[in-house]
């Protein structure tokens, strides 16, 4: 099996910065990815990581460290569109070569002005 | 492209009662799972799909039958419904490949009473 923590909750004030942190404890680790979903949306994707390092996209980035089983997604100059909830997601190998990915229970972020 | 479908998007059901949830994609995906969500619980995998023809359990496969007689369908049923079952679904699709992203359908609320 595998756990994966997120914190519940976070808020932050417009124009600021915010780092939402993923823990994970799995074997066979295939990658991480960090999903996005709007209250009443369905998720949409936001970045992937396979290999140690920062991935940056625009106003978002993501960091894995695959030995300390830990990945963080940053958001710059926060809007109050960014309010939602934050997935992060860990895949990795089974038996016949089928990569699943489990999530977490999501960090639901309110930014406040 | 629609992208990823769900059929209907709202249900209500008495218990005991079954129905059929319909997943659609038009983007060639080899993957297809089934998600339910619930408040607090993040999106648990029910089923998923390698490929036409296959289908293989999740975390929480209990009380659900799938099936993928088509590529681009991927049925999930509730053959005797229970209020535990009250839930929102997600259907998500991937192309298989190794950096794949999970594309979601907009979600399918179920009531059971």
């Known amino acids: 099996g595998q756990n994966i923590d997120q914190p519940t909750e976070m808020t932050a004030t417009e124009g600021a910065i915010v780092q939402i942190n993923c823990t994970y404890q799995?074997?066979?680790?295939?990658?991480l990815f960090w999903y996005q979903q709007h209250a009443g949306e369905a998720p949409t994707f936001l970045s992937y990581?396979?290999?140690?390092g920062l991935e940056e996209k625009g106003r978002f980035s993501s960091f894995l460290s695959r030995s300390k089983g830990y990945s963080y997604l940053l958001l710059k100059e926060l809007q109050m569109k960014d309010s939602a909830s934050y997935l992060c997601?860990?895949?990795?190998?089974?038996?016949?070569?089928?990569?699943?990915?489990?999530f977490g229970r999501g960090t639901s972020l309110i930014v406040h002005p | 492209n629609a992208g990823v479908t769900q059929t209907p998007k709202f249900r209500v059901l008495k218990t005991g009662q079954s129905m059929t949830l319909l997943c659609a994609q038009d983007?060639?995906?080899?993957?297809m799972y089934w998600y339910r969500q619930d408040p607090g619980m993040g999106l648990r995998l029910i089923h998923y799909?390698?490929?036409?023809?296959?289908?293989a359990k999740g975390e929480v496969p209990d009380g659900y039958n799938v099936s993928r007689l088509k590529k681009q369908n991927f049925l999930l049923g509730l053959e005797s419904a229970a209020p535990s079952q009250t839930s929102v679904y997600f259907c998500?699709?991937?192309?298989?490949?190794?950096?794949?992203?999970?594309?979601f359908g907009p979600g399918t609320r179920l009531l059971v009473l």
């Open positions: 998500a699709s991937s192309s298989g490949d190794h950096q794949e992203t999970q594309y």
């Open positions: 799995t074997s066979g680790f295939n990658g």
């Open positions: 990581n396979v290999l140690d």
């Open positions: 997601a860990v895949r990795r190998s089974r038996s016949g070569g089928s990569y699943i990915p489990t």
């Open positions: 983007m060639n995906h080899e993957y």
């Open positions: 799909s390698v490929g036409e023809g296959t289908t």
